[in-house]
Each structure stands twice: as structure tokens, then as C-alpha cells.
């Protein structure tokens, strides 16, 4: 019997964290560039920054990222613009429609190089741009600032800044030909800007790692019928059979009236559910709370 009661208490310690593990979904916006005619040339460094850290978020297991595709195709139909500013409306409106938990902005704020010391030709220090042949100390610096918003209440999660610097002496390189070495071309990751650029996005991106653990666990409703339900968190989720949680319907906005952003929302329980069976891409659970939509959310209760 002891032996029993042991093997029963090792598979509760086992399935707990299974349960709680499944992948966050989420979209990551492209970086808004507010270090324009800072980079003399690097073409595109938002969409390239954006793509790094969609790969280090992937990568990480954490995390299951929309594609770029859809994610462009909801915000042109939600008329939403490329400055990376999101309301809670919007933010609640692209999760219903995207089926994400967790929305990432971003803009750069620094991105360039400047020579510290001045040979032949005319560089004057300024960033990225110049050219002549000589020794001297090139300097990379790039800086960016994140936010990770919840869809379901609109509240910023979490806010990080990432700052990247990588130096180079000794080395002549004629910098007008710099930007040629773009994102995603071989040889990129081997210049001092884009080492600089690789240490920003290690720098914002394993916070949002490490906070994975702590989120809990949410999903979207698709579908009600009768005590059943459809949630859009399957097998590629890592969702589980046996999942409690409660269901809820989003309240009012809190706006913080000196800058304008949401700081959540009060929420009204519903009731509970549980999921019975899992496929591919979605579940379904079972609840008995009355009067339950697609315009309401699940999240798991601590």
C-alpha cells in the first residue's frame, strides 16, 4: 500500500508541471525605428531585430509565435498602423481574432556606429557612414525597448530595455560598404553591429524566457455548445486532458489617466471548466456555467 500511495504522489509531482508547461502564444510586432538616420543605410533594422527575436523566442520552447503573414493580414483589417501602439481594445481584439495570449512591441532607440579614431577620408564620427582606409576603433551600439501586453485585459506585462555594444580595433573597413552586409546575409552576425545587435536581443529576450514559467495558463473560446466548449490550445500547445480553470468575461478598462494605458481590467467569473479531450490544434471542455461566448477567456486560477 505505501509502495501504491508513493507511486500515486510521483505521478501528481509529474503531471502538475506538464499541465502548466504548454507553449504561450503570442505575436511580436515589427520594432518601430525611432533611431532613424542613425543606421546610414542598414535596411529595415526593425523587421530584421523582429525576426531575431521571434527565432530566440521560438527557439526557447516557450513560446508559439504567429506568423508575420497573419499577423500583417489582422492588422490591416483592424486598420492598425505600423507605430506600434496598441490599445486594449485592440490588443483584446487581436487575441479573439488571432488566438494569441500576449502581444510584443518594440522600438529601436539606438542603432549605429561611430569611429573613435579618424584616419584618411572624412568620417568626422559620425555613425554609419564616412569611408577611407585606416586603423581605428569602431563602435557599435544598439539599443531597443520591448513590451509584452496581455490580450485579455490590455495591462503591460512586462517592459524591458536591451542595449548591445561590440568594438573592433585595428581593423580597416570602409564603412560606406557596411550596410551591404544586411540582416540574414552571411556574414552579418560577424560585424560589430551585428554582434551588437545579437547582444540587444539576448539582452530583452531571456526575460520574457524566464517570466514563461510564471504566466498562467489562458486560452480563447471558439466555440459553446451547451455545456461544451472549443478552446484554441491543443497537442501543438502541449495541452494536456484534465486542465482546471475558471472562465471569465472582460469588465470595464482601468485607464490610468496620466498616460492613457490600460492598467487591466474587472473581470466577473463565470465559472469553471475542464478539459476532456485534446486534438491537434484545439480542446474541448466541459462547464457548467450559464451563458458562456466566444467573447469571454479561460485562464488557470492560483
Not at 82 to 92: D, E, M, R, V, W
Not at 99 to 121: A, D, R
Not at 233 to 253: A, M, V
Not at 271 to 281: A, L, P, Q, S
Request: aromatic content about 4%; proline content about 2%; glycine content about 12%.
Amino acid at each position: 500500500m505505501k509502495k501504491l500511495v508513493m507511486v500515486l504522489i510521483a505521478l501528481a509531482v509529474a503531471v502538475s508541471p506538464a499541465l502548466a508547461g504548454n507553449k504561450k502564444r503570442i505575436a511580436v510586432m515589427d520594432f518601430e525605428d525611432k533611431a532613424q538616420g542613425q543606421h546610414g543605410g542598414w535596411h529595415n533594422p526593425g523587421k530584421g531585430m523582429t525576426d531575431m527575436l521571434v527565432t530566440a523566442l521560438t527557439k526557447s520552447g516557450k513560446y508559439s509565435v504567429i506568423e508575420r503573414e497573419a499577423l500583417e493580414k489582422v492588422m490591416k483589417e483592424q486598420q492598425i498602423g505600423a507605430t506600434g501602439i496598441i490599445s486594449a481594445q485592440t490588443a483584446a481584439k487581436m487575441g479573439q481574432v488571432l488566438g494569441i495570449q500576449y502581444i510584443v512591441t518594440g522600438s529601436i532607440t539606438e542603432f549605429g556606429i561611430k569611429q573613435s579614431k579618424l584616419g584618411v577620408g572624412n568620417l568626422g564620427g559620425l555613425f554609419g557612414v564616412g569611408g577611407g582606409v585606416d586603423t581605428r576603433t569602431n563602435t557599435a551600439k544598439v539599443a531597443c525597448d520591448i513590451r509584452m501586453i496581455d490580450t485579455s485585459t490590455g495591462e503591460i506585462l512586462k517592459a524591458e530595455k536591451g542595449e548591445g555594444e561590440e568594438s573592433s580595433t585595428g581593423v580597416s573597413v570602409d564603412l560606406s560598404i557596411a550596410p551591404s552586409v544586411d540582416f540574414g546575409k552571411d556574414g552579418f552576425d560577424d560585424t560589430v553591429i551585428g554582434k551588437a545587435v545579437r547582444k540587444t536581443i539576448e539582452s530583452v529576450s531571456r526575460p520574457l524566457i524566464e517570466m514563461a514559467e510564471n504566466f498562467p495558463w489562458s486560452a480563447r473560446i471558439m466555440k459553446v455548445e451547451g455545456k461544451k466548449m472549443w478552446l484554441n490550445s491543443g497537442k501543438k500547445d502541449e495541452e494536456k486532458e484534465g486542465r482546471n480553470f475558471g472562465i471569465f468575461r472582460k469588465g470595464e478598462d482601468l485607464i490610468d489617466p496620466e498616460t492613457g494605458i490600460s492598467l487591466g481590467s474587472s473581470d466577473t467569473k463565470l465559472g469553471t471548466g475542464r478539459i476532456v479531450k485534446v486534438e491537434e490544434k484545439y480542446s474541448i471542455a466541459e462547464t457548467d456555467a450559464k451563458g458562456v461566448t466566444k467573447e469571454d477567456y479561460v485562464k488557470e486560477e492560483r
